[in-house]
């Protein structure tokens, strides 16, 4: 494998949550495998995320997973644990980058040639895949917080702040998933 090849694409799922987990992921693709129909992970169905993971799974040179709780992100705030998930991704892979891209405007402090591309989800794959490795895992985590949590609906919003979960937020109080430093959140706990 050439060096020149070893590009790893990085990007996250659930900065925008009111709750649970900032998720990152980070994907070296193997050229010779290539896997068609890679892109946004919010412009695939739920059914061809999940396919479409299996396949970075069993076809990239590397791939991890980075994340950043709901505490760690009350302490340091999003943008600053995104970036360190992101960190988390990027260091955990066995197959070592020459190269990273990151989704976004941001990158993270890292000991390899780092770049930012707006929009990168769209136009190079291995960030399209670390999108959709991202999603499908922090969906699964939302889901089996439902289990827990089954009155707040998080398998049905992600912890977005939706009306549904609004109103369980103002009926039930928060959950300790909840990011007390958003807006909604807070607002909660102070009234």
Not at 4 to 25: F, H, I, K, M, N
Not at 51 to 77: F, Q
Not at 85 to 101: E, I, Q, T
């Amino acid at each position: 494998m050439k060096n020149e090849l070893l590009v790893a694409g990085v990007d996250e799922a659930g900065r925008g949550p009111l709750a649970g987990p900032v998720v990152t992921a980070a994907v070296i693709l193997d050229p010779d495998r290539p896997i068609p129909g890679i892109g946004d992970s919010k412009t695939l169905s739920a059914r061809r995320r999940e396919e479409l993971a299996v396949l970075i799974r069993e076809r990239s040179l590397a791939w991890a997973m980075g994340r950043a709780e709901a505490a760690e992100i009350d302490d340091i705030n999003i943008l600053q644990a995104t970036l360190l998930a992101m960190r988390r991704a990027v260091l955990s892979l066995r197959v070592k980058p020459v190269r990273v891209l990151v989704d976004g405007n941001r990158v993270p402090t890292l000991p390899f040639e780092t770049q930012a591309i707006v929009q990168g989800d769209k136009t190079v794959p291995a960030i399209g895949a670390a999108s959709i490795l991202a999603k499908v895992s922090r969906d699964a985590e939302m889901i089996a917080l439902d289990e827990r949590y089954p009155e707040y609906g998080f398998a049905r919003h992600k912890g977005y702040p939706t009306r549904i979960h609004m109103m369980a937020l103002h009926e039930h109080g928060i959950c300790p998933a909840h990011r007390l430093t958003f807006g909604p959140v807070r607002a909660v706990l102070e009234r």
